[in-house]
């Protein structure tokens, strides 16, 4: 793979897709995707960081954080597994203890290892006996609980502990957690440090200058402000529209080319889009349709994913959606890295903050409710239920003051406050 120029993150993708196409077969359009998904490539554990080490054991093999719930073992699991042998071949038992791990995401997962480590790290400080792990008794569970209290946030805690019991679950081991545990992880609660400093929005100031910036008869740049819109419009999550990893396309969870997107016009003269996305956080594999109305200035949406579909014309049907055409005649999917890349370097030239991709969700949310648009709509546009949706608000409520503009003044805000006062009042939360 020729090595990145380091001046432009759109050379840096650039880069990187050369050596993606090249590995389908570079100037062929039309090749298909390759046959593996993420979830079935091998994945290489990275080394083990100084503060992630834990004690060399036969139970614990080195893997990534995603597979330790189904890698990790203790004395009680082997020997249920064993007793399960005698009714079970072991291809069926395999199949049981992965099935029952998906029922939770990969980057859940990776969560729930997170924890499974400092579980681990834990038990070997306090010298468990590996007998002792699993079951895990109360105490311990309280214990290790009561070690992280005041060091990590409640919702890190929460899922640290679903993780266990999750663990627990797929290797036929009760969970002994009950009211001390609980009573535990209340007081952890209290104890949480100091939250970090909100994370910023994207805003229409943002968006314009992604319009203004970037190179729109590039097909990369073509594809990242068909993504931005479409993601800050539409109110959803990146990893919903686009991949991780230039090899990670998964057509269970990612929109391809091949989606159907309605183009319509409504009697007052305005146009729409609608397609619908095959997998999203809240509703998982129901999926969810976003619609994208066309506005009057630079960054309409609709104009923007057109114009996108147009520039990529020659990228196969079942290549991720926002798959981009290369130079070198082939195509490469979007990535997280390479999109937020791109648009990190239009920020910075125009003297912006630096973003992240949930950004876009909270951004667009707030742009359309101060736009006036329906606190119900909003929440439909981004597959919130109601109480989701308020729950939202309160973040939405902490960033304001960063709209506040030429455009949106005391009152638009307030109007927005009121309207959000009738939500609540509408759904009784």
Avoid at 175 to 187: I, M, S
């Amino acid at each position: 793979m020729p090595r990145a120029p380091k001046d432009t993150a759109r050379a840096r993708a650039s880069a990187r897709a050369r050596g993606v196409a090249d590995d389908r077969g570079t100037g062929n359009r039309s090749q298909n995707l390759p046959s593996r998904t993420r979830d079935s490539r091998i994945k290489k554990p990275r080394k083990a960081r100084p503060e992630n080490t834990i004690s060399a054991s036969r139970f614990r093999p080195h893997v990534p954080a995603e597979d330790r719930l189904l890698s990790w073992t203790t004395p009680f699991a082997i020997e249920a597994q064993s007793k399960l042998s005698s009714l079970l071949p072991e291809t069926a038992i395999t199949k049981l203890f992965s099935t029952v791990l998906e029922s939770v995401e990969p980057e859940t997962r990776k969560n729930y290892g997170a924890g499974l480590l400092r579980f681990t790290q834990f038990c070997d400080h306090a010298k468990i006996p590996e007998e002792d792990r699993m079951p895990a008794g109360e105490p311990l569970l309280a214990a290790f609980v009561a070690s992280w209290a005041g060091k990590v946030a409640r919702t890190t805690i929460d899922n640290w502990v679903a993780g266990l019991a999750l663990w627990h679950t797929s290797k036929g081991a009760p969970w002994n957690g009950d009211r001390v545990l609980k009573a535990t992880c209340k007081a952890a609660s209290k104890l949480e440090p100091a939250k970090s400093p909100k994370r910023p929005p994207v805003t229409l100031e943002h968006m314009l200058a992604l319009r203004a910036g970037l190179d729109l008869t590039d097909a990369f740049d073509a594809a990242v402000y068909g993504l931005a819109c479409t993601a800050f419009w539409g109110c959803r999550r990146l990893g919903e529209l686009l991949l991780d990893s230039a090899k990670g396309f998964d057509p269970r969870k990612h929109v391809s080319r091949s989606v159907a997107i309605s183009f319509r016009k409504i009697p007052d003269g305005g146009e729409f889009a609608c397609l619908h996305i095959p997998w999203s956080k809240t509703t998982g594999a129901a999926g969810a349709t976003i619609t994208l109305t066309r506005l009057d200035r630079a960054c309409d949406p609709v104009t923007a994913l057109r114009h996108h579909l147009r520039a990529n014309a020659a990228v196969p049907n079942r290549a991720p959606l926002f798959a981009f055409e290369t130079a070198t005649g082939g195509w490469s999917p979007m990535t997280r890295t390479w999109f937020l890349d791109r648009c990190n370097d239009v920020w910075a030239a125009a003297g912006l903050d630096r973003m992240q991709g949930h950004c876009f969700r909270i951004g667009g949310a707030t742009e359309l409710l101060l736009r006036g648009t329906h606190p119900d709509i909003v929440a439909t546009q981004g597959g919130w239920k109601s109480r989701a949706f308020l729950e939202y608000w309160r973040k939405i409520e902490s960033i304001l003051p960063l709209f506040m503009s030429r455009t949106f003044d005391k009152s638009r805000v307030q109007m927005v406050e009121r309207s959000m006062k009738g939500f609540k009042k509408k759904y009784s939360l």
